[in-house]
């Protein structure tokens, strides 16, 4: 029972609340106190009371200097907390002449507050592991010769030789060298994924038994596991609203709570008898330790805990699973979510596009198009810049990259190639630049009656011709779209700017409910406020430049972590660092656990606080009970919140990941 947990401190990772920093050093304490109150008990049954004192104070003065530093605190501040409403038990305790129940109060305070520190820090070690997985030491080539580095010096450009058997330093490109990595740290995947020249490699996953030469990409500070520690940190700090909520009724809940506890120690023994004038005896003392046993009792941090402790668990399962959420507040959207829109190409499809078909038009070869295609997708990173690069390669094309290259979302692309303005895109950009001809709309439908995706391009303002391009679904595609609807989600649909031809053969393969084609960015957006106004909890999944003001304008927008850009996992709440979008289920299922989860513990905290309220007033709980009742809801809360989301089982959504 900390700080964080009565007065709404965030579980950050690498960051200790007031009451957390010495929980480890007041181990030896409360463990002599508990020896010195076992004595003292015993010495008062043998009838050595007055050693017996001794023992307790001894307790007292072990145990009690953290919660009475605590209730400074908050009685400076103005506000009423665990810490005041224990110290006034404690004091009216030892005025009463309960020594060993003012010993007993403060020590199981403070042993609940270990076991809770204990608990929670499970949760908190799997993502502070991340933090040693990358080595802080390169092998880095210079001058034809190997040295090593501090990874913290090692700059854009850098190549960096990883051997058999380390771990990969930083993000980078592999420019030489085979090998198996496995990067289940980072993405989650349980299997060594094969890589080779050109392929990514990530800082923290463990190389197999080739060697590399890695090209750095990302500098250490911008890496992507560091991406991942910053996210779940950020995100273990946010609050969900259900958990402002609960802290915003604690604060109302403790001041009436001692409100109620001065009524009960002063009205009745006022309106009795005059007998009840003695503080030791009679109905002034009776119902003096009644008001005290409430305050114990009515302490609401076992609901103030209730849901980080669950919130907290669920995204540490989750990241480990290689899916990170952005903070409490996705986790309960992620748990609302009734409806899923999928872009197509690199999300619902694997984003391995492959050329089937190059026509040439107004007397151009193919040869002709798919040059000056490559030459300007050269410097693209977008799936069908790379299957058009790739192609003209392996037809022994000249490939020149192009200058002033320029993406233009959901449209296409433009740049010069040999001095020349070249343009390539879809049939709705040519349209509307009035660059279509017959021609051209033939070469279209042949490549569309195969089912291929048709890609205009043209240079000096007049098309060359179509490429046909396809893509094929991603693996589990189909039973990921199963599984969501096991999970409970009604509406599935995907939104695509590819013709409706293309799309709706994915829709066939992969059992989406609705397609909706040709669309642009702003298109996707009206799309998405329309299944809003239907469903109203929507999920978006994307990957692409394209894709972020869609998944800005769902309440949960997912990206695919691998192939998804910059600014699709900036934008979005959750991340698949693997691509699998098997996780995407597992996520939801996660999240309606937890909110399921959360809901059970502040039911549990309610009601035991509740009977127990009963109980103190009618004088059948004593101070005992109400500790142990207490304390015992405390740790009930943060195991059902543990068990609640898999953090004890290790569940992982099939990754086998494990980072202890």
């Known amino acids: 029972m900390s700080d964080a947990c009565c007065t709404g401190d965030a579980r950050v990772p690498g960051k200790q609340s007031e009451a957390q920093r010495p929980t480890a050093q007041l181990t030896w304490p409360m463990a002599l106190a508990g020896g010195a109150i076992a004595t003292g008990a015993a010495l008062a049954w043998f009838g050595f009371s007055w050693w017996a004192l001794g023992f307790y104070a001894t307790a007292i003065a072990l145990t009690v200097a953290g919660p009475a530093r605590a209730a400074r605190r908050s009685l400076l501040a103005r506000t009423l907390d665990i810490h005041v409403l224990m110290m006034l038990a404690v004091a009216g305790a030892l005025i009463l002449g309960e020594w060993l129940e003012a010993a007993a109060v403060v020590w199981l305070f403070g042993v609940a507050q270990w076991l809770e520190s204990r608990t929670m820090g499970r949760a908190r070690r799997a993502i502070r592991s991340l933090m040693t997985l990358a080595p802080n030491e390169a092998l880095v080539r210079r001058d034809d010769d190997v040295v090593m580095v501090p990874v913290a010096t090692l700059a854009i450009g850098d190549v960096v030789l990883v051997r058999p058997g380390e771990r990969v330093p930083i993000d980078g490109r592999v420019l030489a060298g085979e090998s198996a990595v496995n990067q289940a740290s980072v993405t989650g995947e349980s299997f060594p994924v094969e890589k080779a020249t050109d392929d990514s490699v990530y800082a923290g996953s463990l190389n197999g038994n080739g060697s590399l030469d890695v090209e750095v990409t990302r500098l250490a500070s911008d890496s992507t596991i560091a991406h991942i520690i910053h996210l779940v940190e950020r995100a273990q700090a946010q609050r969900a609203p259900m958990q402002t909520l609960v802290e915003r009724f604690a604060r109302l809940y403790t001041p009436v709570v001692v409100g109620l506890a001065c009524v009960i ?73 009734r409806c899923v829109a999928f872009d197509k190409t690199g ?115 007049a098309t060359l011709g179509v490429i046909g391009l396809t893509d094929r679904l991603r693996d589990g595609g189909a039973e990921a779209v199963a599984a969501l609807r096991t999970a409970g989600i009604k509406h599935i649909v995907l939104l695509t700017g590819d013709t409706r031809r293309s799309a709706e053969s994915v829709r066939l393969a992969s059992g989406v409910d609705v397609v909706y084609a040709d669309l642009m960015p702003a298109d996707k957006v009206t799309s998405i406020e329309m299944l809003r106004r239907e469903h109203e909890v929507v999920a978006m999944v994307g990957d692409g430049l394209n894709d972020a003001p869609a998944m ?56 035991l606080k509740l009977a127990f309220i009963v109980l103190a007033a009618a004088g059948v709980a004593t101070l005992w009970m109400a500790v142990l009742a207490d304390t015992g809801a405390s740790l009930l809360v943060v195991a059902n919140g543990l068990r609640g989301t898999g953090a004890w089982s290790g569940r992982d959504g099939g990754s086998g990941l494990d980072t202890r």
């Open 265 to 337: 120690a002063i009205v009745p023994p006022t309106i009795g008898t005059v007998e009840a004038l003695s503080w030791s005896g009679g109905l002034w003392g009776v119902w003096a330790y009644r008001a005290l046993v409430l305050l114990v009792v009515a302490c609401p941090c076992a609901l103030v805990i209730s849901t980080p402790v669950t919130i907290v668990s669920a995204l540490t399962v989750a990241a480990r699973a290689g899916v990170l959420i952005k903070g409490g507040a996705s986790l309960e959207q992620l748990a609302a979510v």
């Open 347 to 461: 999300t619902l499809t694997d984003g391995r596009v492959s050329v089937t078909d190059v026509r040439g038009v107004g007397g151009a070869t193919s040869d002709d198009v798919l040059s000056v295609a490559a030459s300007l997708e050269a410097r693209s990173e977008h799936p069908i810049g790379r299957a058009i690069v790739a192609r003209a390669r392996d037809a022994g094309l000249h490939v020149t990259a192009g200058e002033r290259f320029r993406a233009l979302p959901g449209l296409g692309a433009e740049g010069l190639v040999d001095a020349s303005p070249v343009v390539i895109g879809s049939h709705r950009f040519f349209e509307s630049r009035q660059m279509c001809t017959d021609a051209v709309h033939q070469q279209m439908a042949q490549i569309e009656s195969t089912g291929s995706t048709p890609v205009l391009v043209a240079r000096d303002g």
């Open 552 to 607: 800005a304008t769902a309440e949960v927008g997912i990206a695919m972590g691998v192939t998804g850009t910059d600014v699709a996992l900036a934008t979005a709440d959750v991340v698949l660092m693997s691509d699998d979008l098997s996780k995407l289920p597992f996520a939801v299922r996660l999240g309606r656990d937890a909110v399921r989860t959360i809901h059970t513990n502040i039911a549990i905290a309610l009601g």
